[in-house]
Structure formats: structure tokens, C-alpha cells
């Protein structure tokens, strides 16, 4: 009995820290610089054999990705998952997608000390692709693995719609091209610059 109740303190607590780190990350602080985020990054330590990415933590999960040794998964601002395994967070794996992890002693978190993004990129910019983006794909959805809706071309003018969603250890931003067509494009530095915002 005193093994479950002193179990279930340390769950509190758990609960109680990963509360405070939730709410740090929470999206407001997007707009500290220029529309950017504090990147949380899981990776699985060299000496576990594997973990497993599940699609929700119940009885019987589907597994979305089983991750090796050094891999690296983003956590997302979601709230915890508190279940008899221990406490689940939610995280966007490489491929974009969504998922949940054991948080335990099987891996390192480490957070970004840079709250903005590698170009600069924000809600409403309008910015033009420079030599180092012609020929950059814009996906019809967040990932590399997404269609390719068009090719970009050097001087092309694209409007930033929204916020950056974050997949594939990065993060992507819907735009709107000049004839109005949406996709996704990936925050890599030299690609864009910002025209006005």
C-alpha cells in the first residue's frame, strides 16, 4: 500500500513539472521573435535498444514509429498523458507525424535556446525566394513526404498564412502563392527573405 501511494506522489509531481513545462511552451511565445518557438527535442539515448511512438495511450495502441537508438522526435505543447506505464507526452515525430512517448530514463530532452525561427519567418510576411530556393518544393501538406504542389521559382512572391507547424525536426509554414494556390513550405535559411511583414 505505501509502495502505490508513494508511486502515486511521484506521478503528481511528474504531472505537476511537465505541467510547468507545458505551459512554458505554450504558443504565445511564438511571438517573441519573429514568430518562432523553443524547439523541445526528445532523442532516445544511445544505450536503450528502442521505444516506441504510439497513436494514443489506451490498452491497445497502434505504434506510429518504433525509434532507435539517437533518434530524435519534437515534443508539442499538448498536454501529458498520465496512464499504469507512467506518464505519456506528445510529440510530432520526423515524419510529421503525431504521437505519444513514455517519458522515462530512456531519453534526453533538450530545448533550443533560440525562440525564433532560422529565417525569420512570421504570420502575414510576404517574402520572395532567392536563389537558394528555386526549385524548392511547396508540399500540400507539412512534410517531405507531402505532394509537391508546385515548384518555387526564384523571385516568386509567397504570403505566410499562418503560424509554423512543426514536424520533421523543423518547421513548416503555410503560405499563399500569387495565384492564391496554398501549400507548405520547409524553414531552411537561405530560401527566403522577407519583403514586408
Keep these: 500500500m505505501a509502495a502505490k501511494l508513494q508511486r502515486t506522489v511521484i506521478l ?3 504531472a ?21 518557438f523553443p524547439a523541445h ?15 494514443y495511450p489506451d490498452g ?8 532507435r537508438p539517437g533518434d530524435r522526435v519534437l515534443r508539442t505543447s499538448g498536454g501529458i498523458i498520465m496512464s499504469d506505464e507512467g506518464v505519456y507526452i506528445p510529440v510530432y515525430t520526423p515524419m510529421g507525424e503525431s504521437g505519444w512517448l513514455l517519458n522515462g530514463e530512456d531519453i534526453t530532452e533538450s530545448i ?3 525562440y525564433a525561427t532560422s529565417s525569420q519567418l512570421e504570420t502575414g510576411a510576404v517574402v520572395s525566394v532567392v536563389a537558394g530556393g528555386d526549385g ?7 512534410t517531405s513526404r507531402g505532394d509537391t504542389v ?10 505566410i498564412t499562418d503560424g509554423p507547424y512543426p514536424a520533421e525536426l523543423g518547421l513548416w509554414w503555410p503560405v499563399a502563392l500569387s495565384d492564391n494556390e496554398r501549400c507548405w513550405i520547409y ?3 537561405g530560401l527566403f527573405v522577407i519583403v514586408n511583414s
Excluded: W, Y
Design 12 to 14: 503528481i509531481v511528474l
Design 16 to 36: 505537476l513539472i511537465f505541467g510547468a513545462i507545458v505551459i512554458s511552451t505554450a504558443p504565445e511565445h511564438r511571438t517573441q521573435a519573429g514568430g518562432g
Design 41 to 55: 527535442v526528445l532523442t532516445l539515448k544511445e544505450n536503450v535498444e528502442s521505444a516506441v511512438v504510439v497513436d
Design 60 to 67: 491497445s495502441p497502434n505504434v506510429v514509429l518504433e525509434l
Design 112 to 114: 533550443s535556446a533560440v
Design 136 to 142: 524548392a518544393p511547396c508540399r500540400a501538406v507539412p
Design 150 to 159: 508546385r515548384s518555387l521559382a526564384e523571385g516568386e512572391m509567397l504570403t
Design 187 to 189: 524553414d531552411a535559411p
